[in-house]
């Protein structure tokens, strides 16, 4: 990628919306009871917009920090707020559509991402099977000729998405101008011209930032220089309204990260955050929120003359959109009643088990013999190479919906795996021997 050229994953994404978004957008339109169906897909239209937009400015603007990436990306913020908001409405007949679409929007956060805290490629493929579960249940419980077509069209988009991020974008979105992306003229000084004839093409922007500002401006309207009305590199950006542009709303949101929405609420106001120990080997935490930032647990973290040593297990009840960094061999490590929390571990000596959560992501960093999920939604365990060196920890599972485990790559250079966990099963009896035989159930698409 050379500054001031416009790279081919541009125009491959500008075709990907052109393609497979319109078909979903399509298809959307011809499932019954998708009410509000205009402001959901015109919110989804400019959150891909805002996407490619970003692109566009890969060449000609330095790297900016994630905090300036969250905030050019606006619309996806508030297309997460709207789907959100409608697959929460009461007496919607097409909950599960919406659910799905949550799961989609939530996919377009993987600019964001750069080790080594995620790479896009792994959350694309994750959102994508997260999606999969609820395109499942439309096929099994709702299968009409028009949810066929939207589930395809469906899979077939998010597909495309993760397989364009997958090739250019392993390790996070790369930037090579020298332009900045947070200053207020950033969004008018850095895509680079790039016309539509013919499609393979590339040509070099103008040197200049006027001459940089003067070309984004007239791909924002959709015409070229001289009048020119066949700039197909526009195709999408004018579908964002000037309401929907951050700068131009009464209530500024810099300084919100895309996944302000997607936050646990707890049912009452959390009591203060207590850290105790309850007998002589148990550590609890409790009642931990956001408010307490990252909380690494180590030796010297306990007040007084207490330690934590790995004879010791560690209790995490109540707690939501918490971080926690355990720096220490401890014996055991338990998770009840957490919500949208990520923990990091070291060794653990006995087990790593988890129950009654929602969205919590574990990170286990050292060796871990055995973990347990139960009656758990959305959880995500990471086993990082140290995890699997000698050997695969035995993870038992029961009552989980929605839930991933991902590992590493064969080599370093490999992108790490992630795996579904399994959620229906067929019970078959063999009339022979009578015995009970129990298999995964597979959905075809």
């Not at 922007?205 to 020119?228: H, P, T, Y």
């Not at 009464?250 to 009591?271: I, S």
């Amino acid at each position: 990628m050379e500054e001031g050229v416009t790279p081919q994953y541009v125009t491959d994404y500008e075709e990907m919306m052109k393609n497979e978004l319109e078909a979903f957008c399509e298809a959307c339109t011809k499932v019954p009871d998708f009410y509000k169906t205009d402001d959901c897909l015109n919110a989804i239209r400019a959150a891909f917009a805002s996407i490619c937009d970003l692109l566009k400015m890969t060449t000609v603007a330095k790297k900016p920090s994630v905090q300036d990436i969250v905030t050019f990306l606006a619309p996806v913020s508030e297309s997460i707020k709207v789907i959100n908001k409608l697959a929460g409405a009461r007496k919607n007949k097409a909950i599960t559509q919406y659910k799905a679409l949550c799961e989609l929007v939530m996919m377009n956060t993987w600019p964001t991402m750069y080790p080594p805290n995620g790479l896009p490629a792994g959350h694309c493929k994750g959102q994508y099977e997260s999606a999969d579960f609820h395109y499942n249940r439309i096929l099994m419980k709702e299968k009409t000729d028009e949810n066929v077509v939207f589930v395809k069209a469906a899979r077939a988009l998010m597909k495309k998405n993760e397989e364009l991020v997958k090739e250019n974008f392993k390790t996070g979105v790369d930037f090579v101008g020298k332009g900045d992306l947070g200053s207020a003229e950033a969004p008018k000084a850095a895509a680079p011209e790039k016309k539509a004839a013919p499609k393979k093409a590339v040509k070099k922007a103008d040197d200049g930032a006027a001459k940089a500002n003067a070309l984004l401006g007239d791909l924002q309207k959709g015409v070229g220089k001289e009048g020119d009305a066949s700039m197909a590199s526009a195709y999408g950006l004018k579908k964002v309204k000037k309401s929907q542009k951050n700068k131009y709303k009464k209530e500024k949101t810099v300084g919100k990260v895309t996944m302000t929405a997607r936050k646990a609420k707890a049912k009452k106001e959390l009591p203060p955050a207590k850290m105790s120990k309850r007998g002589p080997f148990n550590w609890f935490f409790e009642n931990y929120s956001d408010k307490e930032g990252v909380v690494n647990i180590n030796e010297d973290t306990p007040p007084g003359n207490g330690k934590i040593t790995m004879k010791q297990g560690l209790y995490f009840a109540n707690c939501y959109n918490a971080m926690f960094v355990v720096e220490t061999k401890v014996k055991s490590v338990t998770l009840d009643g957490c919500h949208r929390c990520k923990i990091q571990t070291a060794d653990v000596v006995s087990a790593i088990e988890m129950v009654n959560c929602k969205g919590v992501t574990v990170y286990c960093k050292g060796k871990v013999p055995a973990l347990s999920i139960d009656k758990a939604e959305s959880p995500l365990i990471v086993f990082l190479k140290e995890a699997v060196t000698d050997g695969v920890p035995q993870v038992t599972v029961s009552s989980v919906v929605a839930g991933n485990i991902e590992i590493p790559g064969k080599t370093d250079d490999d992108d790490p795996q992630q795996f579904p966990i399994p959620e229906q099963f067929e019970i078959k009896i063999n009339k022979d021997t009578r015995e009970l035989v129990c298999e995964t159930m597979k959905h075809e698409g």
